[in-house]
């Protein structure tokens, strides 16, 4: 079975430009994740889609953040405008719903650097 | 605040010996218990688990990994390591009423030959 695929795998950008991740989960795996992992840090949730809804965007910087899972399958994560502190790997995951087994799988991550 | 702490940022060990690394977590209640392992150039994955039942817990590649409730721990062991765990070890917690899991910051093990 394919896993987790995210592209690009990394990203240089100058601050205030926009960029944008994309993730396409394993197939048939209805809940996708999107994470924020700094260096020396473990992995943060930034937003959680049950298919084609996101049920918990609490720690998600709305004011330049945003992310879209319209059909319910692949999902794009949006940074406009990028600042300095953006730099770090953003993590995809998916994960079936209603198993119980509740293991995510992760894809390779996109590094970003914002100079 | 809840947290998830591992104490050890960086291990260095020589082959054959023993490993356990520590991880608390400061939630109340039922929870479900992770360790991921992320080894150079690879993703995150799953280790080993812990939902109910025996709180001894076998994973992959020789790991195993003990709930013990009472000190909320869940540390992670192998008897005897192998050059081939150098890898960063991520511990996990899920509280069962709530989907979000929240991970430590992750400990560095690095085995000499």
């Known amino acids: 079975e394919a896993g987790v695929v995210q592209s690009p795998r990394y990203k240089i950008i100058e601050k205030k430009q926009p960029v944008a991740f994309w993730c396409n989960p394993i197939?048939?795996?209805?809940?996708l994740y999107w994470y924020l992992q700094n260096l020396g840090q473990g992995p943060e949730l930034l937003i959680r889609?049950?298919?084609?809804?996101?049920?918990?965007d609490s720690q998600l910087p709305k004011d330049r953040f945003s992310a879209e899972r319209l059909k319910g399958v692949d999902s794009t994560l949006k940074i406009q405008p990028a600042e300095l502190g953006d730099s770090a790997v953003y993590l995809c995951?998916?994960?079936?719903?209603?198993?119980?087994?509740?293991?995510?799988?992760f894809g390779p991550g996109t590094r970003l650097t914002v100079t | 605040a809840q947290s998830v702490s591992q104490h050890n940022h960086h291990v260095i060990l020589s082959e054959a010996a023993s490993l356990e690394l520590g991880c608390n977590y400061s939630y109340g209640g039922t929870v479900n218990l992770f360790w991921y392992v992320q080894y150079p150039g690879q993703h995150l994955q799953l280790l080993l688990k812990?939902?109910?039942?025996?709180?001894l817990v076998k994973g992959i590649k020789g790991f195993e990994a003990e709930f013990i409730k009472s000190k909320f721990s869940f540390n992670l062991r192998k008897p005897s390591v192998q050059w081939s765990d150098t890898a960063e070890y991520f511990c996990?917690?899920?509280?069962?009423?709530?989907?979000?899991?929240?991970f430590g910051k992750g400990t560095r093990l690095h085995i000499l030959p």
């Open positions: 197939s048939g795996h209805n809940t």
């Open positions: 995951a998916s994960s079936r719903t209603g198993t119980g087994l509740y293991e995510q799988y």
């Open positions: 889609y049950e298919n084609e809804e996101a049920v918990d």
């Open positions: 996990a917690v899920r509280p069962n009423r709530d989907d979000k899991i929240i």
């Open positions: 812990y939902f109910s039942g025996d709180p």
